[in-house]
């Protein structure tokens, strides 16, 4: 995506977790699959970033990119650095825990956000308020939890952004 604002007939949506190579580059692809899905690939335009930097300029976790090509996703980010701009630029900011969000608002606090910024499972019925878990430092079976949540979450999300 380049730096200018995005088309204004499209919603635009960042995800974001702490390393950029789990959690939000899984949302990334999974809300697209779901957009191409439905036919709406020109009403939206999709990111995602980090926001530490250790991992910027890397591919998915390959564990991530393994259980999301078992369910038919593609996952095809490089990891980034979430930046002041992105909150200006950005419709969405969607965290994955509380600490990415309490460092999102830390970000936007010298000039405020144009961006609504939310907790990704406020989106997943019965589970508002809860957390997408860090899977890094777990094994195979945490990174399926997190693509059941991310996918029932990004559904969600998408319906309630079709009927807006
Ligand atoms: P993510 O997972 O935030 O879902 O991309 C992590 C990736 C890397 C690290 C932590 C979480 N790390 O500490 O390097």
Not at 23 to 34: D, Y
Not at 103 to 111: K, M, S, T, V, Y
Not at 114 to 122: N, P, Q, S, Y
Request: glycine residues 10%; aromatic residues 6%.
């Amino acid at each position: 995506m380049d730096t200018n604002k995005p088309d204004s007939n499209q919603t635009s949506l960042l995800f974001v977790c702490l390393g950029n190579i789990c959690r939000s580059p899984l949302a990334e692809g999974i809300f697209l699959h779901l957009v191409k899905e439905a036919g709406l690939t020109d009403r939206f335009e999709i990111d995602s970033a980090g926001t530490g930097a250790w991992h910027v300029g890397e591919s998915p976790d390959a564990r991530a990119a393994m259980v999301a090509s078992r369910h038919g996703v593609e996952l095809g980010s490089r990891a980034r650095q979430i930046t002041q701009e992105d909150l200006h630029r950005f419709d969405y900011v969607i965290a994955m825990d509380r600490e990415n969000l309490r460092n999102i608002e830390r970000l936007a606090e010298p000039n405020g956000s144009g961006a609504k910024i939310h907790l990704l499972r406020e989106y997943d019925d019965g589970s508002e308020g809860d957390e997408v878990p860090d899977p890094y430092y777990g094994g195979a079976s945490g990174f399926e939890t997190v693509y059941e949540m991310v996918h029932r979450s990004c559904q969600n999300l998408l319906d309630r952004l079709k009927a807006a």
